[in-house]
């Protein structure tokens, strides 16, 4: 991945590939090394100085999630630091602060930092959009999108038609898992969080634990901006300082009350009535990993997707467009393999994309035998293999004028083809070929 610049200026990376994970590392580092603080006095100005090298890495990151992470993660060590403060260390810290203050206008970091404050900026209003159908898509996928869908999900079925914008991830670590976990995941997700939290919670005698519990605020922060968390280098020092919270509590025997462990259980029961009120009702979607249900209802339709035929990424977008057209759309289901498909297809008509011969050959004759009707977009097989031979009626194949399929001319012999004029092997009005009347009936 190559470097990222802000008018012109390297935005500091470590060697992680974003400077967001980059920021994350350095917000958390910022907490940690005061740790030196609670091990011998000298400690606090090692720590001093490792702190105010770290500010200034920070700022050349020009993250404002690792900014805003670091502050969070710091406010721990405030509160629960032993007091008094010596003036002469006020006086350090005021300078240090001070020093990364200076360096942030010496860089112009301070222009990105106030970005989306006094002007709009797409990087805010585009996580913004993404995040407000977080809660949508986890109502409408009770069971999960799956592992790594949450970001292609959204912009197949969420995100508008018009909308080109790309996403890679959910850019909202905790969020994305969210979309992508199913219920039971979710609430164990949010309990682990929670848990954590109570488990480096600092009290009287063990106020060093501000440092991991500050550890783990800017490391769930920083999650919240970008999609830091999918980086395994970055649970390393979260991993140390809680074991460490661990350790320290087994030796000592001193854990939470009981009693405390009823907050990471409301903690987590709170949060999932929350994703369930701001879902509302949701969506006319249904989602899952294997499968993606428009409208309500049985499906009159079932599509099995094939994205090279279809066009690509944007095949669902094309596919929503030509729903919505419809003063009554029919209720359609999508999978991407043919054996994904429910086995009750009684009264569905089944739209097969790029049909392949080892999937005809294996699944053609269950399809054939439920299905109403069956449209063949393009098959990469021979009418033999696709079972046609049992029922001539209830297939069509849809080739282009031009096309240079090699299985073609087998099945013109069958008289089951429909050549669609000023297209080759990609169709490109294939929603609007499928619900003509001429070949659903």
């Known amino acids: 991945m190559g470097d990222i610049f802000f008018n012109g200026v390297w935005r500091m990376d470590w060697g992680l590939g974003n400077p967001n994970k980059t920021a994350a590392l350095i917000a958390m580092l910022m907490v940690a090394v005061w740790g030196l603080a609670f091990i011998r006095r000298w400690g606090f100005w090692v720590a001093l100085s490792a702190f105010t090298v770290l500010g200034g890495c920070l700022v050349h990151t020009f993250s404002r999630g690792g900014l805003v992470a670091a502050c969070f993660g710091l406010v721990p060590l405030l509160i629960f630091v032993p007091r008094p403060w010596p003036m002469r260390r006020l006086v350090a810290l005021g300078v240090a602060v001070w020093a990364m203050i200076g360096f942030s206008f010496y860089l112009n970091a301070h222009e990105r930092y106030g970005q989306g404050v006094?002007?709009?900026?797409?990087?805010?209003?585009?996580?913004?959009?993404?995040?407000?159908?977080?809660?949508?898509?986890?109502?409408?996928?009770?069971?999960?999108?799956?592992?790594?869908?949450?970001?292609?999900?959204?912009?197949?079925?969420?995100?508008?038609?018009?909308?080109?914008?790309?996403?890679?991830?959910?850019?909202?670590?905790?969020?994305?898992?969210?979309?992508?976990?199913?219920?039971?995941?979710?609430?164990l997700y949010l309990f682990a969080?929670?848990?954590?939290?109570?488990?480096?919670?600092?009290?009287?005698?063990?106020?060093?634990?501000?440092?991991?519990?500050?550890?783990?605020?800017?490391?769930?922060?920083?999650?919240?901006?970008?999609s830091v968390a999918e980086s395994p280098w970055l649970w390393i020092l979260p991993g140390i300082v809680l074991v460490s919270a661990l350790g320290w509590r087994i030796v000592k025997q001193q854990w939470p009350r009981p009693l405390s462990w009823a907050f990471p259980v409301g903690a987590a029961t709170v949060g999932c009535v929350a994703l369930l009120i701001a879902g509302g009702s949701g969506t006319q979607v249904e989602g899952s990993a294997a499968r993606v249900v428009l409208g309500d209802g049985k499906p009159t339709f079932w599509l099995v997707a094939d994205e090279q035929v279809l066009g690509g990424d944007r095949f669902a977008k094309t596919l929503r467009a030509a729903w919505s057209e419809h003063e009554k759309p029919p209720t359609i289901g999508v999978v991407w393999s043919v054996r994904q498909l429910p086995t009750d297809l009684s009264g569905a008509v089944v739209i097969w994309s790029g049909a392949t011969s080892a999937e005809a050959t294996t699944d053609s004759k269950r399809v054939l035998g439920t299905a109403e009707r069956t449209i063949l977009l393009v098959p990469r097989c021979y009418p033999q293999e696709s079972g046609l031979d049992e029922d001539k009626q209830s297939v069509v194949a849809l080739f282009g004028e031009f096309s240079q399929s090699p299985f073609l001319s087998a099945w013109e012999e069958t008289g089951s083809v429909q050549r669609i004029a000023g297209t080759g092997d990609f169709l490109p009005n294939w929603p609007q070929l499928i619900f003509s009347e001429n070949l659903i009936r």
């Open 193 to 226: 969080w929670a848990a954590v939290l109570l488990v480096c919670m600092p009290s009287r005698g063990n106020s060093w634990l501000a440092v991991p519990l500050g550890v783990w605020i800017a490391f769930g922060v920083a999650s919240i901006f970008s």
């Open 118 to 187: 006094v002007k709009q900026d797409r990087s805010i209003t585009n996580r913004l959009h993404l995040w407000k159908h977080g809660p949508l898509m986890i109502v409408d996928s009770p069971g999960g999108w799956g592992l790594g869908n949450a970001a292609k999900s959204y912009m197949r079925w969420y995100q508008p038609i018009d909308d080109n914008e790309s996403f890679r991830t959910f850019v909202n670590s905790h969020l994305e898992w969210l979309v992508e976990f199913n219920w039971p995941l979710r609430f």
